[in-house]
């Protein structure tokens, strides 16, 4: 856990941990996780791993569309994940450890059952039916416009009723919000209240960026290919279209500002990070507002990046460029949309990701189960369970939202044994698991407890500033973090070789990802393949 101080908000210095809560622990034996499962688990969040707040995925009330991310009701929590008063339960639980909550908020679309869309399509009379995107198909008969879907296909479906098309930037069961429309939107900002004042410290905010899109509607461009910026991974034939006239109009920035002021309604720097799909760092850093709008926008660059000194430093120095004087940076290396960190980096650097993501200057975001390395789970075509698979195949997410393995015993902790669970286990969750892990000193668990724990302790590494080190051997990235008190230095070989590199005369080795690891001596480092450390060089290294 992170040492308060009182002089900055608690989300500069939390370490957040997401949780997938179809996946985290079921208590009901169903083979899908609950509210009071996460409730179960929080020792294990707050005293045996040591973060500081949770970020839990939707829970609210959903056909499942899209597995919650298309809510039927903003206020209301799924009879799958429990009831309101579990979620109060949860938080009064999490709160009692100093556990921060934050929610999902799906703010661009609903679900198609939700009681507004309901309302909404029944006809072009209804008082809701500018609470969504409705427009008349074109003369021939055809959609409105080119826009897509990212799950697929047309952005626009037509719907018999009234015979016009209503928009969806998801699946055709997620209708998108019209947040133009001023009644809308103070419903929206009602939700949010609705669980502020149940006491949540904070929302994740689904594809921010989506809810405000060209009034025109005009066609998308054909994309060229990126001239600046980074390169993040494929989506598939949506990135066929440059999708300025969809998403991420200007006119979003008010909206967010709006919201700010709702936050600040409330004691106790309630915060909000947005899921901004943005690479454009001038352009991503702007939902930071004049320090008025989102607290951040998620910076996703290092979840696909060359796994090379060279490019992690490009691409943390153009996040630390971007960043406006009062915004604070973050850092993620995957979610539930992702394929996982292990799988995708490799096992290797998985651990040198791990110190990054928790020596790096900002918030860092973990993915439940990346603590103990979990791959991506082989779903075999018949368990699968992700809509995006079922339209663009080869898309599937349900790899990286397989159940967390707590145990080696039948049901792994999660369920019960007899239960099938909603997604299969990874082949080797046998070995692969928090038990085993937690009595091995030397496993990527308790590489990031003892992380966590320095992190936690140590203020250069929670709030110091960040400097890179030039002269190190080629494909060794190294940064100095430090503040008032102390300085730490990090060192990541990110090559196969060994790397030898001096240090200070003095210094204190704090944590490697070799937990083995002896013969550190004074004025050198011997780096092994893939090995990432940090040290203590002590007050008076220059
Ligand atoms: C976000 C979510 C993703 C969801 C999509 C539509 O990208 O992270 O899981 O499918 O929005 O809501």
Redesign the pocket.
Known sequence: MTTADSTLEWWKTAVVYQIYPRSFQDTTGNGTGDLNGITERLAYLSDTLGVDAVWI?PFYTSPMA??G??VADYCDVDPVFGSLNDFDRLLAEAHRRDLKVIV?W?P??SSDLHRWFVESRSSLTSPKRDWYVWQDAKIDGSVPNNWQS??GGSAWTFDETTSQYYLH???PE?PDLNWRNADLKAAMFDTLRFWLDRGVDGFRI??AHFIMKDPDFTDNPLAAAPTDGIEFRSFGGYDKWDHIHAKGHADVHAVFRDLRSVLDEYSGDRFSVG?I?IFNWDEWASYYGDGDELHMPFNFSLVWSDWSAAEIRRRVEGLEAALPTHGWPNHVFG???EQRLATRYGHRNARAAAVLLLTLRGQPTMYYGDEIGLPETDVPPERRQD??EFRVPGMS?DGCRTPMPWTAAPGHGFSDPGTEPWLPFGEDAGRRNVEAQLSDPASILNLYRQLLQIRGTRSSLHKGSIEFIDDLPDGVLGFVRADADERTIVLVNFTEETKRTSTPDEFTLLISTDQQRSGIGPGVIRLGPNEALAIDPGPSAG
């Open positions: 995925s899209d597995f991310y298309d999902d799906v661009n679309h990212m799950f930037s998801f699946l997620q689904d594809v899921e799909h979610n539930h949309d809509p995006w997410r």
